[in-house]
């Protein structure tokens, strides 16, 4: 009798799993595959190392009555939720399903999700949401709403603690934007997701505007004109794999390093292409990303909002197979000149990088802040100072080297020595100054200029004299304010060098409750 039982409850176990997998129901789990999307719980084994996903709150179901939701319920409430691994480490993970009442987040929902997190909290590791919802449950009313602040106030909390990734892979509207908005990393997939705060509906009714969700806030737009969106993936296949390899470069938590990997590859003929990169002539652009390549192991740039901002380059690649984030003006863009946007850029990249530990590489060549009312009226004072900030607060270690130009309050802000940059080092190519000589003589020599016989002449002339004093690296390297001039092919040995050198390095701000960074 004891064993027909026992057999029984296995059976009923073994249904109740069936119908996890049914989620909203054939039709609609259809409807997601015709629309290019994966289900959510497609989502999780895709994203995790095989068999290493363990599913908790598998079978909660919500306790809503109004507007006949007690006849809709599904096991799991719309949310997949657990841990497993990626390549070997721990990581949480929620992902929501859309083939249930669209995804939405109800007060259970909610509920599940604060609990992982705070899982991810207590076992420092990661916590990456997959989201694919329209948002509060409407018919839960305002325990709904309670929810998302919930969440949000996790993410707060968790920001700095653990690495915390969103990937945007369906809407995500209203209250919806806001937890990823206070997530690390935010990937979006092209066609199938978007993230905004009032949808297309909402926006003609208030401004007239006619405009689709896609334009108005697709993964193109988020990454080229708002910057929200940080990777931009074709499909959900490729959005899992470029979250499961940034996870390589991030360590855990705060209070650990990045995993080493044991192999990395050098190409030994990257010496001779960087000794000719920098252009003869100093106003001719050049890819700073061809630097980069020369100086890092082999492939392993990865390049943070890409097509945001692009007069500066973010990202994380590996020296002798270590995590280091670089920051670097390009000239290839804007010349590399400083403005609001590639400010804002820099200064998330860079207070990402402290908070986890990621040691520090900034390759400067900047003309200066970008002029102009625009700039001034939307103030650059303020985001310009975000980025002084953010360098001037990091204690990781940090090397500058400076390429060529690093001009006016532009080298300043660009993790100078005097902002607390640990080495810094310039090619011969480098021009450290107040401005550029042109600009430079017309102003310190005006009256010399103006009553020379030939103006022209003598302004060439004072130009030519203020280059020779300062388009070079020597007269900073006379004061200390830089540690070395060196070769482009001795950049590489020189990093690795110095950060190993920096290994130990302590360094702690003065005891506060947190600083002002000027938001
Ligand atoms: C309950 C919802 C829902 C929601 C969708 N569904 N959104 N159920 N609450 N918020 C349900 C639908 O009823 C439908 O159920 C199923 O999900 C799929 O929705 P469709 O509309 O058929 O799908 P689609 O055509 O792809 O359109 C997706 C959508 C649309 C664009 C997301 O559903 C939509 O506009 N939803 C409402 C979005 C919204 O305004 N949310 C509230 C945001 S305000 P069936 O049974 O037919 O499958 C907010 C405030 C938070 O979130 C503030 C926090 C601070």
Redesign the pocket.
Known sequence: MYLVVHMDRNLLLAQKREELHLAGGKE?IEKQHQQGKLTARERVTLLLDENSFNEIGAFVEHRSTNFGLEKQKYPGDGVITGFGNIHGRLVYVYSQDFTV??G?LSETQAAKICRVMDLAMKNGAPIIGMNDS??????EGVVS?SG??DIFFRNTRASGVIPQLSLIMG?C????V?SPALTDFIFMVEETSYMFVT?PNVVKTVTHEEVTSEDLGGAKTHAEKSGVNHFTAVNDMECIKKARDLITYLPQNSYELAPEPSVFEFSSSKLNQIEKIIPENTNTPYDIKKVIECIIDDASFREVQEDFAKNIVVGFARLEGKTIGIIANQPAAMAGVLDIDASRKGARFVRFCDSFNIPLLVIEDVPGFLPGTDQEWRGIITHGAKLLYAFAEATVPKITIITRKAYGGAYCVMNSKSLGADLSFAWPTAEIAVMGAKGAAEIIFKREISSSENPQEKWLEKEAEYADTFANPYRAAERGIIDDVILPKETRQKLINGYNMLENKSETLPKKKHGNIPL
């Open positions: 609609r009442l669209g939405s329209g948002g509060a449950r409407i018919q709403l998302y602040a809407p509207a209203g209250g919806a806001y949808g």
